[in-house]
């Protein structure tokens, strides 16, 4: 049996849109980075110990760069982060109002996900995002941000991994040599020329191959 956890904080509650996104279910709203984080955990496919995980393995450098991303950058933004409610038991939902077939509604959680070593609400999308935005490692302070989200409810493990597959499989890596463009085009040549002499050089062929 789970061991119980002591939890004092009050449970987080999220203004959300009822709808359904294709053929599942969603809830879509806003809320702070470090109440995603601290009401969800990653499921991490383990070999040995966590046959049934759905999350990869986690990189410390790629979400200490997310931190440092939300922390630093004022004009930040994120895609909406995907999170699972494997246990509907944990949450109770209000409608407050309807629109044209889409219901305005109170998501609260009356249980806390936090109390129980079980992942309740597991992170499909979002894990790096939100590794060190709650505030559990005492080098990194809780970040009170606002982000989208979208939650769904999956109970079944084999919907969760299905549905992981999909977002994962059917994204299509940006090119590299468009990134950098980019890049070069918003630091703006003189200061391009002092960060990243090889994309300046680059750059200058493009304009002036003699």
């Not at 702070?32 to 393995?57: E, H, Y």
């Not at 004022?74 to 494997?86: Q, V």
């Not at 302070?141 to 991994?161: A, H, M, N, Q, T």
């Amino acid at each position: 049996m789970p061991r119980e956890r002591p939890v004092s904080s009050p449970l987080t509650e999220f203004p959300v849109i009822v709808g359904k996104c294709l053929g599942v279910k969603a809830y879509r709203g806003f809320g702070l980075l470090s109440d995603l984080a601290a009401i969800s955990k990653a499921d991490i496919f383990d070999q040995v110990n966590n046959r049934m995980g759905t999350q990869r393995n986690l990189s410390v450098t790629h979400a200490r760069k997310a931190y440092e991303y939300v922390s630093d950058n004022d004009k930040a933004f994120y895609p909406e982060i995907i999170l699972n409610i494997r246990d509907e038991s944990y949450v109770d939902l209000k409608e407050t109002r309807n629109h044209n077939g889409c219901s305005f509604a109170k998501l609260s959680f009356v249980k806390d996900p936090r109390a129980t070593e079980e992942v309740i609400v597991s992170r499909l999308d979002g894990n790096h995002r939100l590794w060190f935005t709650d505030g559990h490692d005492p080098n990194f302070e809780p970040v009170g941000r606002s982000v989208s989200f979208c939650f769904v409810v999956l109970p079944k493990i084999e919907d969760e991994l299905e549905l992981f597959r999909d977002i994962n499989d059917n994204q299509m890596g940006m090119n590299t040599s468009h990134l950098e463009n980019i890049t070069a085009r918003l630091l703006g040549e003189k200061a391009l020329k002092a960060k990243n002499p090889a994309a300046y050089i680059v750059q200058r062929l493009q304009k002036d191959p003699e």
